[in-house]
């Protein structure tokens, strides 16, 4: 098994609030990884300090063998983050936010709009192709910006909650592109609250309580650290996020 991403205790605090707490945590290239916590657990902290977009109090950030910290141009060339609530360019429409990203990475022209046109075709953008964002809807939106996260190529994709709002065909599309891209040996890393996803998308799961890594496996892995030898993940959730347990692997 190869090593994707490797977190070595990650600590974060906001003031005096410590939001996540001596995480380590290791994903495999090729993988689907999906990390799970309550309101307020600590799962959009630890993807932004991952992204590099949020500094670490303390602890080890590695992509593919480059430090987010110590090299943080050639890591966030591996990666692409999508939060929940993408920002995009209301004057802008798809083609011209697609070539405007690419230009950022420094994809040359004719390849960023062979690339944009593809990606719009995939999520069914593609009539849209004239239109200003600023008309499209949320379900629109999130997948203009997944399109924007995977112009150039990334070998992880890190989403924050990326199929709320979507409705059933656009999030059957997404996860068809997730899977898609796991198999041809890419890392995708995400938060959901919805478990389904999980249950049936994710290799392994990561469960945060107040900032801890209170659990962290295969589905069959959790079943057995929380006791619900024959339970959906739901109840695994349950179990494992109930306030007396926040000591997990601390
Ligand atoms: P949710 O499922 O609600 O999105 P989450 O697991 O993503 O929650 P975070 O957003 O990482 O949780 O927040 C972790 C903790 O840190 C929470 O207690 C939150 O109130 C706090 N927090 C998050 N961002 C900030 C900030 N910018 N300043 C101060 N506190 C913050």
Redesign the pocket.
């Known amino acids: 098994m190869k090593i994707a991403l490797q977190l070595s205790q990650l600590t974060?605090y906001?003031?005096s609030?410590q939001?996540?707490n001596n995480l380590s945590l290791q994903i495999a290239e090729g993988s689907f990884y999906a990390l799970l916590?309550?309101?307020?657990?600590?799962?959009?902290?630890?993807?932004?300090m991952i992204a590099g977009l949020l500094r670490p109090d303390n602890g080890d950030i590695m992509i593919l063998g480059h430090s987010i910290q110590r090299s943080p141009q050639k890591a966030k060339q591996l990666l692409a983050y999508l939060p929940?609530e993408p920002l995009l360019y209301n004057k802008l429409r798809p083609i011209e936010y697609l070539e405007f990203i690419a230009g950022l990475w420094g994809i040359p022209p004719s390849k960023a709009q062979s690339s944009a046109e593809e990606l719009l075709k995939q999520l069914n953008l593609w009539d849209n192709r004239g239109d200003f964002s600023e008309t499209f809807s949320r379900g629109m939106r999130q997948k203009l910006a997944l399109a924007g996260a995977l112009i150039h190529q990334p070998r992880i994709i890190i989403l924050?909650?990326p199929l709320t709002g979507l409705d059933a065909a656009a999030a059957h599309l997404v996860k068809n592109m997730l899977t898609e891209y796991v198999n041809q040996g890419g890392v995708v890393i995400l938060?959901t609250?919805i478990m389904e996803i999980a249950e049936r998308m994710a290799q392994r799961i990561g469960i945060?309580n107040h900032?801890y890594l209170v659990a962290e496996g295969t589905l069959d892995e959790l079943r057995t650290q929380s006791g619900e030898a024959e339970g959906s993940l739901e109840r695994v959730f349950l179990e494992l996020t109930q306030d007396n347990n926040v000591e997990g692997t601390r």
Not at 38 to 44: D, I, L
């Open positions: 974060k906001y003031g609030h939001a996540v916590g309550p309101n307020g657990a600590g799962k959009t902290t630890t993807l932004r929940e924050d909650e938060t609250h945060i900032g």
